[in-house]
Each structure stands twice: as C-alpha cells, then as structure tokens.
C-alpha cells in the first residue's frame, strides 16, 4: 500500500523557513519522481517542485524559484521542500505526490493528506 506523510509545516512569520518532509512507503521510492502541490483556501491546487528519481533534474515554479528547493533522499525514501524567505501568499495546504516528472498533477498517482503551512505577516 503507498503511503506518502507530510511534516514540518507550521505557523512562520513572513521572511522565515520552514523544512517540509514526506515520508514514504509501499512502492520502489528510487524509481518514481516526486512532487510537492499547494492548495490555498479557495484556489485551485498548484505545482510547486518536482524532482526526478535520481535527482538529475528538479522544477521549481515561478512563484517560488530562488526561495524554495525540493530534494530527496533515496536511502531514506523522504523527499523533502526547503522553503526560505516565506510571503503570506505561500499560506496553504502542502501535499507531495509520487508519479512521472512534470508539473502537471495528472502526471502523480498517489498522494498524501497534506500539511498546513501560514506564513503570518
């Protein structure tokens, strides 16, 4: 059964950091590419990062390049979303999703329940 569990979001003060983990189990973690989504209250869900299984090429939207970078780590079976320079507009809901690299979510079959991050101004 895959399983994908979030952490590390909380409530941070604009201009903080915030380390965001998913952990996972239940299929060959080495093998897929990771991603992590953001759903803010009332918007649409929206790509954030992506990273390919060996780590060879990673994507960062627009909106977040230079503050935010996904990694991972295979022997751990974590991927992980360092955030810098946190801006209220970041506030949402962070979910990491397993699947074929890209920025479309279509392209990621499992995901996990997602982990509240407010970034307070």
């Known amino acids: 059964q895959v399983q994908l569990v979030e952490s590390g979001g909380g409530l941070v003060q604009a201009g903080g950091s915030l380390r965001l983990s998913c952990a996972t189990s239940?299929?060959?973690?080495?093998?897929?590419?990771m991603a992590w989504f953001r759903q803010a209250l009332g918007k649409e869900r929206e790509f954030v990062a992506a990273?390919?299984?060996?780590?060879?090429?990673?994507s960062h939207a627009t909106s977040v390049k230079g503050r935010f970078t996904i990694s991972r780590d295979n022997a751990k079976n974590t991927v992980y979303l360092q955030m810098n320079s946190l801006k209220p507009e970041d506030t949402a809901a962070y979910y990491c999703?397993?699947?074929?690299?890209?920025?479309?979510?279509?392209?990621?079959?499992?995901w996990g329940q997602g982990t509240q991050v407010t970034v307070s101004s």
């Open positions: 999703a397993v699947g074929s690299y890209s920025n479309d979510e279509r392209s990621y079959s499992s």
């Open positions: 239940g299929f060959t973690f080495s093998g897929y590419a």
């Open positions: 990273i390919t299984w060996g780590s060879t090429r990673t």
